[in-house]
Every structure is written in C-alpha cells, then in structure tokens.
C-alpha cells in the first residue's frame, strides 16, 4: 500500500488545519495507522497513532485535548484534525502504516508503510 498526506499549510497561532493520507494499492484496513512530526534539526517523533478496530487511540501528551487522529469510513484515508495549533506544532508531518505490538506503537520503526510528509506551519 502506497501513501500520500496532504492538507498542510501556514496558520497562525490558535488556528486549525485537518491533514489527510490516502491509501492507494490496498487500504489501511489491516494496519495500525499513525502520525509522526518532524521539526527542522529534530529527529521524527510520534503525533498520534489509531489501532485496527478503532477501538484505541493514543497521543503524545503535547497534542492531548487538541490533535484527533480517525479514520476514514472506507478505510481509504485516514485524517488527523488539528486544534488550537501552535508555533511548536510546526514541522513535516509524516503518516504510517504498519502492524506495530502495543509497545511499539510510538516508535519510528514499527512502522512499515510511510507517506512523503506534508509541512505545517503555524505563526505566532
């Protein structure tokens, strides 16, 4: 399965912005499905990730309350709404794919299948 995010862009501070990530070749139906960020001279960390069955989300604490990762009724695409934005969520978002274990969800690495990224922006 191939993927591509978009949705990025420049917002100011307190703003919104929804990405998406499409699936093409097969659908994220059988995958844990996540995001990751990349701020410039930092190394990609985990945004949010949503198992399988939709059962379970899990954020990292700096996005809680304002970031919902979900996914698309098709299992096509998968979206991640971001609230109340600010200038430190600014980076390269990346989405992802794969079959992590419960103890691998937040880990690069577990993740087998990634789109190219999309830039988010936010000014203060």
């Known amino acids: 399965v191939q993927l591509q995010a978009f949705g990025g862009g420049l917002v100011q501070a307190g703003g919104s912005l929804r990405l998406s990530c499409a699936a093409s070749?097969?659908?994220?139906?059988?995958?844990?499905v996540a995001w990751f960020r990349q701020a410039p001279g930092k190394e990609r960390e985990f945004v949010a990730t949503?198992?399988?069955?939709?059962?379970?989300?899990y954020y990292t604490d700096s996005v809680k309350g304002r970031f919902t990762i979900s996914r698309g009724i098709r299992e096509s695409t998968m979206y991640l709404q971001m609230n109340s934005l600010e200038p430190e969520d600014t980076a390269v978002y990346y989405c992802?794919?794969?079959?992590?274990?419960?103890?691998?969800?937040?880990?690069?690495?577990?993740?087998?299948?990634w789109g190219q990224g999309t830039l988010v922006t936010v000014s203060s």
């Open positions: 992802a794919a794969g079959r992590p274990i419960l103890s691998s969800l937040r880990y690069v690495n577990a993740y087998t299948h």
């Open positions: 070749g097969g659908t994220f139906r059988s995958y844990t």
């Open positions: 949503i198992s399988r069955n939709n059962n379970n989300a």
